[in-house]
């Protein structure tokens, strides 16, 4: 029978040591355990692995602010170690960790807890100042009074009501739809949206036009070859006046 030497309870299992919801409750807040976590995870520790990780953290933590303040970190760093060293390889009887994980764990430790470890004193020796706060919320009455819910439409006359909407709604796209087709016919070839007689009409009327127009301009033309020849003849009258 083989016995954790974290926990110290039978664990014939690796897997037996996986954290209860209890213990994740209690290590949570806890300096450096949320961040051992995510360490555990972007590093693929396997769950027994990364509970008995934080164990070990949760551990050293607590006797780095059970020492006293002031005191060297030698006993804290021989706790940390003897953990480390119990629970790797199989020799120590409880083959937890290997090489690479036994490496990350020291290396997370001595870079975050053992780096500040005045600091981890100071924090938990030290009655930390509560601030109150409070936010005052306004809560605002509805602009319409709800209706009681015995004066509410039904579910079948909802639905029907919908439906009626999606249909006026449908209807309405397609005469979107059919108007702008025209209106891109139209732009296309304006003829194409006529009937044969608006066709012959409009031919009618253009011949009409530009035939009125050619004989506005004959009509100048003669008049005005007229007037030339008439003042040509009031000249030669006045130059020859014998002969008239």
Sequence with gaps: MKFSSITGEDD?????????PEQVTELNGTPDIDEAFKHAKENGFTPAQTSGFLSIMKLTIKKITSEEKGAPPLKS????????????????????FGPKESKLIVDFAMEGVFQHYKLYQ??????????????DVEVEEPIVE?????????????????????ELEELARLDRERW?????????????????????????????QMLKVIADELDGLLNEQGEKLMAQ????????????
């Design 12 to 20: 014939s299992a690796a897997d037996a040591l996986c954290l209860t």
């Design 77 to 96: 760093l021989e706790k940390f170690r003897a953990l480390v060293t119990a629970n790797s390889g199989p020799a120590n009887g409880y083959d937890l």
């Design 122 to 135: 100071y924090y938990t020796s030290i009655d930390q100042e509560i601030v109150p706060a409070s936010l």
């Design 146 to 166: 709800p209706q009681p819910l015995a004066e509410a439409m039904t579910l079948e006359a909802y639905e029907a009501e919908l439906a009626r909407l999606k």
């Design 180 to 208: 702008e087709a025209e209106e891109r016919a139209a732009a296309a070839n304006p003829f194409d949206v006529l009937s044969s007689e608006d066709v012959k009409q409009i031919a009618t009327d253009t011949v009409g």
């Design 233 to 244: 003849a009031t000249k030669l009258s006045q130059l020859f006046p014998a002969a008239q």
